[in-house]
């Protein structure tokens, strides 16, 4: 069974960068779509970015397009979420799915694997 651990969250200034990881253990993580969601107080979790299992296909969400960059090492079993020009509307909790069919996968429903979360705070 394969467990995903996030980390790399905290809290930081509008205007800062963070890089979240997703590090896999049970089971490589090459042989699958991985993406991040994340959940702001009092809403639904949404899709933010998709990678492919060989990293040559992404997918973003409109809001993140030029400011977050999905990426993968399959050698470390890892999964990274760079995020610069951190906004407020940024705060919530990301977490690292895996699973889907493609990148085109942008519905919870659609990821069999999941991390606990991490917790990004952006103050303004």
């Known amino acids: 069974q394969v467990q995903l651990v996030e980390s790399g969250g905290g809290l930081v200034q509008a205007g800062d960068s963070l890089r979240l990881s997703c590090a896999a253990s049970?089971?490589?993580?090459?042989?699958?779509?991985m993406a991040w969601f994340r959940r702001a107080p009092g809403e639904e979790r949404a899709f933010v970015a998709a990678?492919?299992?060989?990293?040559?296909?992404?997918r973003y969400t409109e809001s993140v397009k030029g400011r977050f960059t999905i990426s993968r090492d399959n050698t470390k079993n890892t999964v990274y979420l760079q995020m610069n020009s951190l906004k407020p509307d940024d705060t919530a909790v990301y977490y690292c799915?895996?699973?889907?069919?493609?990148?085109?996968?942008?519905?919870?429903?659609?990821?069999?694997?999941w991390g606990q979360g991490t917790q990004v705070t952006v103050s303004s």
């Open positions: 799915a895996g699973g889907a069919a493609s990148t085109s996968a942008y519905l919870p429903g659609m990821y069999d694997l």
């Open positions: 990678i492919s299992r060989g990293a040559t296909t992404t």
């Open positions: 049970g089971r490589t993580l090459s042989n699958y779509v």
